[in-house]
């Protein structure tokens, strides 16, 4: 995330991300299941602007060319942008006050945190306009109450997330990786996906796997990800499979390209390739382009 000071307010770019890696270990006793899992930054960015006023908060959204006006919700008091806001208030006693203006990059329904990233920008931008002063950890008990990756988004880098994959490790892959991220026309709910695992309440995976820790430290001591490609893995791509035949045809599309890997991000339904460099991923998408696809783009991972 990276934070401006300009004349009427704050202006913060809200990064996207992608699970790397991500391992369902089973289903806990409050509904939400067990995971581990590497979430990794990408540059790719919702622009949220907060001026304050002493007027009732108000938003205004705005799509973009990876992120159509025409997907877009109406209703603001379901943005997780203005329910944070809303939240810092109750929590402060501040009246939950001023003007928010997000620009969608990020693809809806993706498994790209694109919500989850917008709320935690709006969390740091409402604590630097009313001067709360609340840090990081203060922050982030507000954030996990808005959703499970919200946390993730108020610190820069890799972090591997455990218990319902809000708790956070932060951790250096010590570099960026290139990648192509493909948005079908469909996207997939989260619960959506979660409940086609059919695990009941409690429930335990009985072998383990451990990909994320594995792959999260391979990478953090310099290993090249051709190395350790096994280990890129994701326990909802079957579920995901089964609610949406997009994932197949991405994954069909993928495999006829010179990639490194490619794989489901989160609960989908946006599809990542990683390339053995960054001329190779432009010229994926391009290859990619013209497809029945909503969007695909080159970009990369952050550090
Ligand atoms: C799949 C991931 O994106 C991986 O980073 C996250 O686990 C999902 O994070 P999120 O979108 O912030 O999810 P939340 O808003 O917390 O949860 C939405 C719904 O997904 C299901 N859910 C989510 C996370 C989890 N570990 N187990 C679940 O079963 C629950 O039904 C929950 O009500
Ligand atoms: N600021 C927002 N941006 C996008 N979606 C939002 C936002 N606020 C609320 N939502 C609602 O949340 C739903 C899912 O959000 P989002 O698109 O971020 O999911 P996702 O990409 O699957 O994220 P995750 O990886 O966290 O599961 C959307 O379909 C939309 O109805």
Request: proline share 6%; glycine share 8%.
């Amino acid at each position: 995330m990276f934070v401006e000071r300009i004349k009427n307010g704050w202006v913060v770019h809200a990064p996207a991300k992608i699970n790397l890696a991500l391992e369902v270990l089973g289903r806990q006793p409050d509904g939400y299941h067990k995971v581990e899992t590497l979430l990794v930054p990408v540059r790719l960015f919702d622009r949220l602007v907060y001026s304050p006023s002493a007027e009732p908060l108000n938003l205004v959204v705005r799509g973009s060319r990876t992120c159509p006006a025409s997907l877009l919700e109406a209703d603001a008091n379901t943005n997780l942008a203005v329910q944070a806001v809303q939240k810092l208030a109750e929590l402060s006693g501040h009246p939950p006050t001023g003007y928010l203006e997000l620009t969608k990059r990020i693809p809806l329904q993706a498994g790209l945190g694109g919500g989850s990233s917008d709320a935690a920008a709006a969390l740091v931008a409402a604590n630097a306009a009313w001067k709360l002063g609340y840090d990081r950890q203060q922050l982030a008990r507000v954030a996990e109450q808005l959703g499970t990756d919200v946390p993730f988004f108020l610190a820069p880098g890799a972090a591997i997330g455990t218990g319902r994959g809000e708790q956070l490790e932060r951790i250096s892959l010590g570099r960026s990786l290139p990648i192509v991220l493909v948005q079908p026309p469909a996207g997939l709910s989260t619960p959506v996906v979660f409940a086609g695992l059919n695990l009941a309440r409690g429930e335990q995976m009985p072998h383990p796997q451990g990909w994320c820790r594995e792959l999260a430290h391979r990478l953090s001591r310099g290993c090249g990800l051709a190395a350790c490609k096994h280990l890129v893995q994701n326990s909802l791509q079957q579920a995901a499979r089964n609610a949406t035949e997009w994932i197949d045809r991405m994954a069909d599309a993928m495999e006829r390209l010179p990639v490194l890997v490619h794989q489901m991000t989160g609960s989908g339904s946006a599809y990542f390739a990683v390339c053995h460099s960054w001329r190779d991923a432009r010229v994926t998408a391009s290859r990619l382009r013209g497809g029945h696809w909503q969007c695909v783009l080159a970009t990369r991972t952050s550090m």
